[in-house]
């Protein structure tokens, strides 16, 4: 983990949204935002001290995080020579933000983190194979087969007709409109492997809802096992809808900008 | 006289509610109405919106009853109470609800057990509904017990008044 995420961590522990932070501290909330996702350099022991102030720490703990971090760096490089040659090569081709973020993709995809407390986070049971933006849909049947087809596939021996319909009849009985311009179709079903897909619309559906909103987001969820962790992941999925997903994914047209959307909310209270 | 013993004997067989209301002052009074209507005391949890209400049946559950307002921030109480019943949990619900449409009440009796309390209502209206989803319940040693309460409830039910805020609104 870089300063970057533990300084996220410490703000979200603080109760502090990011432009909280940076007007405390008195930057801007770019600036403090490139420096929690590792894009800035860890900043200065000044002002790290003025960002210790605004989340009432005591200023030598951050610092000292940092440094920490450094060394966290070295021991690694230590034990992993090849990894000193990689850095360098990165360095040597002066790769820049947008390439180092292909380059995280890359990792993510093929080197995922293995944090248990993260099975249940909604950008981890999406991935961005099941991200669609976009998509021209004129009923909510039309976005349960699609979502349904990115998480299970569609040459599946017909699996994907019989969950799509599993989640058409739970819809039929109980729609699931949450409001903010979000609906979760979901089923729970014996012996599928428990993903999420999540569907932004061109047009937004203009179906009878909570607060009148349309949808325009869907998180489509297929369960392998109900009970606790069934429930756990539509509270997880509320509590985005409840931040306004569905607006701060409005024109997003890259997946992986909607994952990283979806990992700050996320990580909000 | 209330006793220790009397207390570790009303421990054991407490009995769990989860109460959904935005309002303070009505979490309050259905938690009062519960408790001074019945012989032995239910442990309650408060919840002020529909997320809330989701992560507690998901991690501080199982509640051997749940009373929540339809109309909760976040999401509904009766979208709570579809996603409940999808995942598999049959924990009784109390709905309660000054608006209710043919589809909430078409709901309520396809999730069984679940009742609908039309808002305004008064006390014994809603330990009524209690009794009825718990006496269908399967036995289970709070449940037995909350059965041997909920036999004192409807009488004592009457005494306990609704707060302010919600009195206004029987008017």
Known sequence: MHFGSTLKLLRVDSGLSLRALARRVGVSSAYL???????DPVPTAGRLSAIADAMD?????????????ASALVDYVDRVPAASALFLEIARRGLDTAQLE???????????????????????????KRVALGLECDAIEDVIEAGTALCVGRDDGGAAAEIARS????????????????????????????????????????????DGAPIE?????????????HLEVLARIARLASHHIARELRGVTSPARALAIVKRLESLR | MWS??????????????LIADPSPPMRSWLATTLSLSASGRPACSFVDDGVDLLYHLAEKGPFDLVVAQVALAGIDGGQVLAMARTA????????????????????????????????????PALVSAAKRLLAAA??????????????????????????????????
Request: glycine share 6%; charged share 25%; aromatic share 4%.
């Open chain 1, 33 to 39: 935002s490139r420096v929690e996702n590792g894009h």
């Open chain 1, 57 to 69: 720490l005591p200023p030598e703990m951050l610092v000292q995080l940092a440094q920490q971090t």
């Open chain 1, 102 to 128: 292909r380059l995280r993709e890359v990792m993510d995809d093929e080197f995922p983190e293995h944090d248990p407390d993260a099975r249940h986070l909604m950008s981890a049971l999406v991935g961005r």
């Open chain 1, 167 to 210: 989640i058409r009849d739970r819809e039929a009985k109980a729609p699931t409109v949450i409001g903010n311009g979000v609906a979760v179709p979901h089923a729970v079903v014996e012996g599928a492997s428990t993903a999420a897909a999540l569907i932004t619309l061109a047009t937004p559906l203009d179906v009878p809802t909570p």
């Open chain 1, 217 to 229: 987001l869907a998180i489509v969820l297929i369960s392998s096992a109900g009970g606790s962790e």
């Open chain 2, 4 to 17: 220790r013993e009397d207390s570790a004997k009303t421990a054991e067989r407490r009995v769990s509610v």
């Open chain 2, 88 to 123: 598999g949990l049959n924990t009784p619900f109390v709905l309660v609800s000054a608006v209710a449409d043919d589809r909430l009440r078409s709901l309520i009796a396809r999730t069984e057990p679940a009742a609908l309390v039309d808002d305004p209502f008064d006390a």
């Open chain 2, 138 to 171: 399967q036995p289970s040693p709070g449940r037995v017990a909350w059965r041997r309460a909920i036999a004192k409830w409807t009488t004592r039910a009457a005494g306990a008044a609704p707060p302010a805020a919600r009195a206004r609104a029987f008017r």
